[in-house]
């Protein structure tokens, strides 16, 4: 069998992209391939064999000293200790083909160099916009924003879009320039996955010239996650506790539709969130950070899930881990929630940032028949059972390697 060899910034689930790597892995080393990982060093890292290779811990925010920052700064640009392991990995292992994820900002677009300067193959999943945008998001200051496609990334430093910092800004305006300059990411990747047709059609708008793009939807393991149809009295929010996921705007969507929302998650807004929903009489419990089981069942108790998000989504797990459990999905409209999301069927969709509209929602579900509420989950659950299992997502990705010249 082949040799797949995986790269991404975390080799723990801190986050959607991570966990994709992650289990990407694990499908492959199941279809019996042989997978060698790299990452970052770090406390919370899962088991791996290859953990002597990975790269030092980079964390943008830490409070190092100045010379460390100095150092980190020059990393994140172009990170010649990860280009080194990556070539000395890549000369152990002898991989068929190089998978990457998140890289940028930590072990950087180097490690891409480095694999296609030693002849293999190198795909690349878009889990995010950073390729167009060096902000990463299209958000600056809380607000969808697409400047630097018409106006260049000087946008970056004139709004201070990193965190509201000119320094941070600074930083990341250097690194996209360099990048952009020598070409790290449209020379060096010989295909891009994009988990949804608004991330394909982004690159398009902004006339994206490197690689082509392959659609490979996001997966859940379906037939791990048992259904459960019967229809909650509460509303279930998953995931991580941030402004660009429109808790706020949710949350006042809840006071004013008289529902009750449970959070499950943990993240900076946490705190605020919970004195928000205190003065505002909203009936939200804080369930804190679950995982497992414990998780699953969680949302199969639910009467749907609800997602809004206030940024550009791209695939999120979330509405399909919510199908695979049998329930429906409300989510905003805005980037590749919609696609996920057939209204009337197996969710609702409503304006992005606007809690009367949620509110609405939220009231139509209260009102409908547990039956019909029920009949949206079972359609969810026949959905992800058509589109978004392991044996799916396999499928689409071995084709992505035949494509680039792997045999498989």
């Not at 042989?34 to 290859?50: G, I, K, L, S």
């Not at 190198?122 to 200051?141: G, I, N, Q, R």
Request: hydrophobic letters at 40%.
């Amino acid at each position: 069998m082949p040799t797949l060899l995986a790269i991404n910034n975390y080799h723990y689930r801190r986050g959607g992209a991570d966990v994709v790597y992650l289990e990407q892995s694990r499908l492959l080393r199941e279809q019996g391939w042989q997978v060698a990982d790299f990452a970052m060093q770090h406390p919370r890292n899962e088991a791996t064999d290859y953990g002597e290779h990975f790269a030092e811990e980079i964390e943008l925010g830490h409070a190092y000293g100045p010379l460390t920052k100095a150092r980190h700064a020059a990393k994140i640009i172009y990170s010649f200790e990860s280009a080194k392991k990556i070539r000395k990995l890549i000369e152990q292992v002898k991989p068929d083909v190089v998978h990457a994820h998140n890289v940028y900002h930590h072990l950087s677009p180097s490690v891409l160099k480095a694999a296609h300067d030693c002849g293999v193959p190198v795909v690349l999943t878009a889990h995010d916009l950073k390729l167009l945008c060096p902000a990463y998001s299209m958000l600056s200051h809380g607000k969808v924003c697409e400047d630097c496609n018409t106006r260049g990334r000087k946008a970056l430093l004139e709004k201070r879009c990193m965190k509201g910092s000119l320094a941070l800004s600074g930083l990341i305006y250097l690194e996209s320039s360099i990048h952009d300059a020598l070409g790290l990411y449209r020379k060096h990747i010989d295909r891009l996955i994009s988990p949804s047709h608004f991330l394909m059609n982004k690159f398009s708008e902004w006339r994206w010239d490197g690689a082509p793009l392959s659609h490979v939807p996001n997966f859940a393991d379906v037939d791990a996650l048992q259904p459960q149809y019967e229809a909650g009295k509460h509303f279930l929010y998953f995931g991580r506790l941030s402004q660009e996921k429109g808790l706020p705007t949710l949350i006042d969507a809840v006071a004013k539709a008289g529902v009750e929302l449970w959070v499950v998650g943990t993240g900076p807004l946490e705190a605020e969130l919970q004195q928000q929903a205190e003065s505002s009489g909203a009936k939200v419990r804080f369930c804190g950070f679950q995982k497992g089981e414990a998780l699953w069942q969680l949302v199969r108790t639910c009467r749907a899930i609800v997602l809004a998000s206030e940024c550009y989504e791209n695939a999120p797990l979330t509405i399909i881990e919510a199908y695979a459990c049998g329930k429906p999905a409300i989510g905003a409209r805005i980037g590749g929630i919609p696609e996920l999301i057939r209204p009337g069927e197996t969710g609702a969709i409503f304006e992005s940032g606007n809690s009367d509209d949620l509110a609405r929602v939220l009231r139509d579900y209260v009102r409908m028949s547990d039956a019909d509420v029920a009949e949206q989950g079972r359609k969810a659950r026949a959905w992800a059972e058509q589109d978004f299992t392991v044996e799916r997502h396999v499928s689409r990705l071995m084709q992505v390697y035949r494509d680039v010249g792997v045999k498989v």
